[in-house]
Structure formats: C-alpha cells, structure tokens
C-alpha cells in the first residue's frame, strides 16, 4: 500500500509523524511524498491558531478531491486538530475515514495498521522525516503554565516527562543510525522532571550530551520562569551544547507579562538576559515577542519596541496575536485593530532586519564550524548552519565550493546579508 502523510505545525508534529510512520512502515507499505500517488492519506494537524486550523481543513479538502478522483481510497487526519474537535469533525466531515485524537502514536499506528489489513513488524529506529545527520528529541508532552492566550494545555492536557532512561535509549538509536545533531524539544523544555519530582533538565542533558558520537545538541522552547543557572552552566562548558537558547519572552511590560500570565517580571527577564550573556558571551540568543495583545497600548508597545533594539536578539520570531476560542485573553477588553498589529509587526521586523545584518556584517573574515543540509540544485550550491542556528526557522550559511550533506565543515565567512551569511571551506588543519 502507498501511503502519504502530511505533516503540519511544529517540530513537535514531525516527531509524532516519524513515530507513526515508524510503526506503519511494515513490510507491504511504500512511503510515498507525493499525494497524488497514494491510496493512503494521512494529515498531521496543527490547532494551534486560527490560520493553522484554517490550514488543516483545506488541507482536508485537497486530500478529500483526491478521494473523489479516485486515486486515494483511504484519508485519516491525527494530530491536534481531531485532538480538540474530533466530534465536530466527524459530524462535519463524515468522508473522513478515521479522526484520531490519541496523542500516542504508536497506538494510532497499531489501529491504523489493522484497519489498513497491513501485516508485518515495525521499524526499531525512528522514521527521520528530516535529513538524517539530525534529529527532534521530544523530552515531554503537554504543559501546566496556561499563558493566557495559548490554546495548547487545552489540547495537549497536563506536562508529562518522559523517563530520563527512555529519552536517553531514543537519544543513543538515533546517533547509531547516523544523527550527529539532536534537538530538545517540549511545549517548555525547562519544566522537564519538575512533574516528576525526578532529574530536571541539566542532568538529561548531561546524559544525552554523554553519548560519543553525537556532535551537537541543541535546546528549544526554554521558559524564562523555570530556566535555570544549572541549564546554563551546561550550555557555558558543555562542548555539545550548541552555544544557542530558544527563549521566547512573548513580552518585556510588565503589565502585558502578567495578563499574559508568563510568570515573570520585566526586571528578572532584564535580569536573566544580562546573566545569560555576561555567562555565555558567544551565545546566539533566539526569542519570539507577540504583539497587539489586549491592552498593548503604544506604551507597552514602545516599550517592548525600543527593549528589542537595546537587546539585540540574534534571532527573533514576531507573532501577532491571534483571538483564540476558549483563552483567557480572548475575553479581554482592548483588543488591538488587526491593522494596528501589522504596522507593529513590520515595524519590529524591519527593526531586526537591520540587527541582523550588522551582527552577520561583524562575521565577515571568521572561521566557522557548519553543518551541511541540503544541496540546492537551482542555485548549485550547498547549504548549511552554524550552531547559532536551528533548521527551518533561523539563519543559513550558503557554500561556496564543494563539500557533502551531512558533513561539518569550516567555513570562512565573505558575505553578510540580512538572514544569510556567504563562505568558502576553508582546511584549519
Ligand atoms: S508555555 Fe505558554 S505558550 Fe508555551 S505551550 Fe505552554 S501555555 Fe502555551
């Protein structure tokens, strides 16, 4: 049977698909990446916001024209969106052959496989929906500190670690099947062990960074409130811990930080930051900020502003809020005009547009270690990334010359532009 999934939403996402697929991928299954091929189709959802909920339902649909065509007999949709709506949905879309809403996918696998009569044992590793040399590790799931406008302890329920021993056996079938790049994530990495009264994330990241042949590891979706000084001491002298931190701030007033219910006051997020870099003065430091929630004023909004251009973020993801159903913060007064959350949208964007090309701009004449990801065939050129940054969602390092995906290579850096940075390998030996 040829079978296509979909994967929507975040790197969360990717690691349920590649579970899943890993249960599936039994004997008389062929994974196919085109849809049209497939008599098969299943759709990972994302129910995070509005515009990724309108994304799954036509996702549904294009999936749902393939059926009436004829070439796909068979459509199952998993992920957060049935997670949350699955009775809605089924009453809705009845063409649907399955809504899964379990969040254990090797379970959905196991249903799957006896509902698609498939025979046969599933994989032992983990099926990599991306390049080999790296990979998601999911340290936990779910989360207990309901910000008010986010919808995901609703779908996702309370945090849950998984064992230290589980995600340290993962970690290890992983770099045996050639990921020299393993990345932590969770709904709030730094609450990892806190519900289980057990070893907190420092210690997990001691045991995985233990682990020979892995070459870099990289941490995700920190929360200011829980991040603590053990967790960056082991970014400071941990040689595999990619000098890097994903710390969303979402904020800096304090009035919005506390509507936000973030746990944290503007002066210990100053605080932290000035630890952070005063501790690790070579660290990319990755945020995001959401702007135009209820109440943002031009105060607050200045503020926050005026805060981004002092700070100097080495990377930077600007959201705008988004009136999500059963929030908190959807029940708010002062809710900000759409149009008003764009201007300040572009504003800060155009603002670390010109951040990051000066930071890229004071990189030209370095030598840097980076890992190749793909080959371009447009541009006939590789490129890759340094430890100051993540796949999918920060900067890249374009390759003069030739090298191998997958390869760390070192790089001298020639060009600067505003994401991207230009370099020819150069031999250090
Ligand atoms: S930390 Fe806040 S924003 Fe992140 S998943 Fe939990 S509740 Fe949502």
């Not at 065509?69 to 879309?93: D, F, N, R, T």
């Not at 607050?300 to 600007?318: H, K, P, S």
Request: aromatic share 8%.
């Amino acid at each position: 049977m040829k079978i296509y999934l979909q994967t929507l939403g975040c790197p969360k996402n990717v690691v349920d698909s590649e579970i899943l697929l890993s249960t599936l991928d039994v004997d008389d299954v062929t994974l196919t990446t085109d849809a049209k091929q497939a008599e098969c189709i299943i759709i990972n959802t994302c129910a995070f916001l509005l515009s990724a909920r309108e994304e799954a339902i036509e996702t549904i649909f294009d999936a749902l024209r393939l059926k009436q065509a004829g070439s796909c007999k068979h459509i199952v949709v998993v992920g957060c969106l049935p997670q949350k709506y699955k009775k809605e949905l089924e009453q809705e879309l009845p063409e649907i052959d399955f809504f899964f809403d379990e969040l254990d996918f090797v379970q959905i696998g196991r249903r799957l496989k006896n509902f698609l009569r498939l025979s046969g044992g599933a994989r032992y590793n983990r099926y990599l929906i991306t390049p080999k040399h790296y990979a998601y590790l999911k340290i936990a799931e779910g989360c207990d500190n309901r910000c008010s406008y986010c919808t995901i302890p609703s779908i996702k329920g309370r945090y849950r670690s998984r064992s230290r021993q589980s995600i340290i056996n993962e970690a290890d079938q992983l770099v045996d099947s050639g990921v020299r790049e393993l990345i932590l994530i969770a709904q709030d990495t730094t609450s990892y062990g806190r519900d289980e009264k057990g070893a907190l994330l420092a210690d997990l990241i001691r045991g995985v960074g233990a682990i020979d042949d892995l070459k870099w590891l990289r941490l995700m979706y920190t929360h200011p409130a829980h991040l603590d000084h053990d967790v960056l001491q082991e970014i400071r002298t941990n040689d595999k811990l990619c000098k890097y931190i994903d710390l969303p701030i979402q904020h800096i007033s304090d009035s919005i930080l506390r509507s936000m219910n973030r746990r944290i006051r503007s002066a210990d997020l100053k605080d932290l930051l000035s630890t952070i870099r005063s501790m690790i003065p070579d660290i990319a430091i990755r945020t995001s900020v959401i702007v135009g929630y209820p109440g943002e004023s031009d105060k607050e909004y200045i503020e926050l502003r005026d805060f981004l251009a002092d700070m100097r973020f080495e990377r930077l993801g600007v959201f705008k809020y988004s009136r999500e159903e059963d929030t908190p913060a959807a029940d708010l007064d002062d809710q900000v005009p759409e149009h008003v959350k764009d201007e300040r949208v572009e504003e800060l964007m155009y603002l670390q547009e010109s951040i990051s090309l000066e930071n890229n701009q004071r990189l030209i004449g370095r030598v840097l270690e980076v890992v190749i990801d793909e080959f371009d065939p447009e541009e006939n050129r590789y490129i890759g990334r340094t430890q100051w940054d993540c796949p999918e969602i920060d900067n890249r390092v374009i390759v003069k010359g030739d090298t191998t995906v997958g390869s760390y290579i070192n790089i001298e850096v020639q060009e600067a532009m505003e994401y991207d940075i230009v370099g020819s390998p150069v031999d250090i030996r």
